[in-house]
């Protein structure tokens, strides 16, 4: 089963759950792959640091370009990151990409960008980008301050799409967080899908020690493989 991996906000740790998740898959003996749609920020040589990670924690050999179909200069917003290089952002591209990937793979981990709602070109976000894969979604909570009203909202939003929470995890960015326990118990109680892991703050997350952290047996294996028609 494929995953896709969505945020409460930018800068939540998608990338470090994402990586966690496919190290995770790997140490069950499947064949995995990361997979970034749409970066925005890149270095010198015009590779995403979010997508160099995914191709380090994938288990086969991958061009960062196969991982990362779409990637802009500018770290801002997708579609105006694109709109600046004179580049419309296309779902059909992004979809054979995936296609590519999942027909060698067991499973694969796509890391939507920013938020479940960012938009992606003038008229689809990365929520049809979700719909349109159709695979379930994994959800990764900010613990922050603020982070109640933005992870309820982007379950709704999931929900609203038709699409399948298979999943969330509580990852701290926010040291010495006021009511960290309490928050994460009333997202417990408000969320209808399992809690796979709490990641405790990290100055320098190790991303084996994040896996280590994650229930895979919380996640649903039933239903399809994930690979869409």
């Known amino acids: 089963?494929?995953?896709?991996?969505?945020?409460?906000?930018?800068?939540?740790?998608?990338?470090?759950?994402?990586?966690?998740?496919?190290?995770?898959?790997?140490?069950?003996?499947r064949r995995v792959a990361g997979f970034k749609p749409v970066a925005a920020g890149c270095d010198e040589n015009e590779?995403?640091?979010?997508?160099?990670?995914l191709c380090a924690a994938s288990t086969m050999q991958l061009a960062c370009e196969q991982v990362n179909p779409y990637c802009f200069a500018p770290?801002?917003?997708?579609?105006l990151a694109a709109g600046f290089s004179g580049i419309r952002i296309e779902l059909s591209r992004i979809l054979d990409a995936y296609?590519?990937?999942?027909?060698?793979?067991?499973?694969?981990?796509?890391?939507?960008?920013?938020?479940?709602?960012?938009?992606l070109n003038?008229?689809?976000?990365?929520?049809?980008?979700?719909?349109?894969?159709g695979l379930p979604v994994i959800l990764v909570v900010g613990m922050r301050l603020g982070c109640l009203n933005h992870a309820l909202l982007t379950v709704r939003a999931i929900a609203g799409s038709g699409l399948k929470c298979a999943g969330w995890v509580a990852n701290v960015v926010e040291a010495g967080m006021p009511a960290l326990q309490q928050n994460i118990d009333t997202?417990?109680?408000?969320?209808?899908a399992p809690l796979l892991g709490v990641v405790p703050y990290m100055e320098k997350p190790d991303v084996y020690a994040v896996a280590e952290s994650l229930d895979m047996r919380l996640l649903n294996k039933d239903g399809d493989d994930g690979r869409i028609a």
């Not at 089963?1 to 003996?29: E, P």
């Not at 590779?47 to 990670?53: F, I, Q, S, T, V």
């Not at 997202?187 to 209808?192: F, G, N, P, T, V």
């Open 1 to 29: 089963m494929s995953y896709f991996v969505t945020g409460t906000d930018t800068g939540v740790g998608k990338t470090l759950i994402s990586c966690a998740l496919l190290h995770a898959i790997a140490a069950q003996g």
């Open 47 to 53: 590779h995403n640091e979010d997508a160099l990670a």
């Open 75 to 79: 770290a801002i917003a997708p579609h």
């Open 99 to 119: 296609r590519e990937l999942a027909a060698q793979a067991d499973e694969v981990i796509i890391e939507g960008a920013g938020g479940f709602l960012v938009p």
């Open 122 to 133: 003038e008229q689809q976000d990365s929520a049809d980008l979700a719909q349109q894969l």
């Open 187 to 192: 997202l417990r109680e408000r969320i209808d």
